[in-house]
């Protein structure tokens, strides 16, 4: 069949538009005349923040962007900034036969992260990489010509005289995608119910000196194995994810690659919260993982020890460690076993006693103290955490 400046594509929240010359349509796709293709873009959206808290709910993913139409004629790409984005929610690519797909990307995303490791991910979290792909189009019946949206950056391919043209608007979705999960711990605290002064009446705590190193996360995987985009999301990596220690030396694994060292390192300092500057939270991204046995472990590494009492020493390396997570009471309470790309899981108070700091990197099977964690869509949920002991 003939077809008369065939597509048109558009975004809503980012719209797209475009057409071709008359040409004859050999799939039977298109209608006989002037015709369009819109293309919805749906952007994922976190809540929560890495460096800095906050007490918003999501986050909307933003940055610049780039649309890219493939197709057999009048293929192009149009790049826009975060602050273009904010003025005007659509595009055009004019004069287009034949589309095959519309691949958009934020941030820098792309479709897959095989080779990728965690540590190429920082930073806020509306900054983080999103991709989004459809070869899929749907006839509606809408209509619009060129000039519509106007705008020489938000317009390409349009000749003169297109405006004179009515086209028929197709419509697809794009769904962008976070790939990579992320967990944050803030409210850190060792419980002391007394003074450290050995033979003090209330000299409850069994520490006279504990120092902290740092945090790091253990159990995650080194690269974004399987983590490519399909059916508009991404999965959780594949394969098993890697053993890693504090520094390498002391415990079991490689040195972490993703830690932090603490500035102020005296543990059993009176009400200090870790981190130490109020409103900060370690925190780390990471590729989704499926299967208890497979979550990231949320270590604390202590470099130094001291008992109170010299009849039974507490010898350093010590740790505190999260190896397991819980959903709250309110939400049903039960085991988390999966954490999913574009997900945040959150801990906002994680109060430590001396039975939860230990002598073997390794953990145990017993658990105690419960912290409270929030996930986000980059959407909150509130689960538990379970501190070795």
Request: one cysteine or more; aromatic letters at 10%; hydrophobic letters at 35%.
């Amino acid at each position: 069949m003939k077809f008369s400046k065939s597509l048109f594509l558009a975004f809503a929240g980012l719209g797209l538009f475009a057409c071709s010359n008359e040409e004859v349509v050999e799939n039977n796709q298109l209608p006989e005349g002037v015709g369009a293709v819109t293309i919805n873009i749906q952007s994922p959206a976190m809540s929560r923040a890495i460096e800095d808290g906050t007490s918003k709910t999501t986050v909307p993913v933003k940055g610049d962007i780039t649309i890219t139409l493939a197709a057999e004629t009048g293929a192009g790409e149009i790049n826009l900034s975060a602050e273009q984005l904010g003025k005007q929610s659509s595009v055009t690519f004019w004069n287009v036969k034949n589309p095959t797909g519309i691949t958009v990307t934020m941030n820098g995303g792309k479709n897959s992260y095989a080779s990728d490791a965690p540590t190429a991910f920082s930073g806020d979290p509306a900054a983080v990489p999103a991709y989004g792909y459809t070869n899929s189009f749907t006839l509606t019946g809408n209509t619009a010509s060129p000039g519509d949206k106007g705008g020489t950056d938000y317009e390409t391919g349009d000749e003169p005289g297109d405006a004179n043209n009515t086209y028929q608007l197709y419509t697809a979705t794009v769904q962008l995608a976070i790939p990579v999960a992320r967990l944050e711990v803030s409210g850190i605290q060792h419980i002391i119910t007394g003074k450290h002064e050995v033979g003090t009446e209330d000299g409850k705590c069994a520490y006279k000196k504990l120092t902290i190193a740092g945090v790091y996360l253990d159990n995650v995987y080194a690269t974004g194995a399987g983590v490519t985009y399909a059916s508009g999301a991404f999965p959780c990596a594949t394969g098993a994810p890697t053993d890693y220690s504090y520094d390498g030396t002391h415990g079991t694994g490689t040195a972490a690659i993703l830690k932090d060292a603490a500035t102020v390192t005296d543990f059993l300092t009176a009400n200090q919260t870790w981190p130490e500057t109020e409103g900060k939270a370690y925190a780390y991204y990471f590729y989704g993982a499926d299967g208890a046995d497979n979550l990231p472990k949320f270590k604390i590494y202590f470099s130094e020890s001291e008992s109170q009492d010299a009849t039974s020493p507490l010898p350093a390396p010590r740790y505190a460690m999260i190896t397991s997570y819980k959903q709250t009471s309110e939400n049903g309470g039960g085991q988390i076993t999966k954490f999913e790309p574009g997900h945040i899981y959150r801990i906002t108070s994680a109060k430590l006693t001396d039975e939860n700091i230990i002598g073997d990197e390794g953990g145990n099977t017993l658990y105690g103290v419960e912290v409270t964690v929030e996930e986000a869509e980059w959407t909150v949920e509130t689960i538990d955490a379970d501190w070795a002991k």
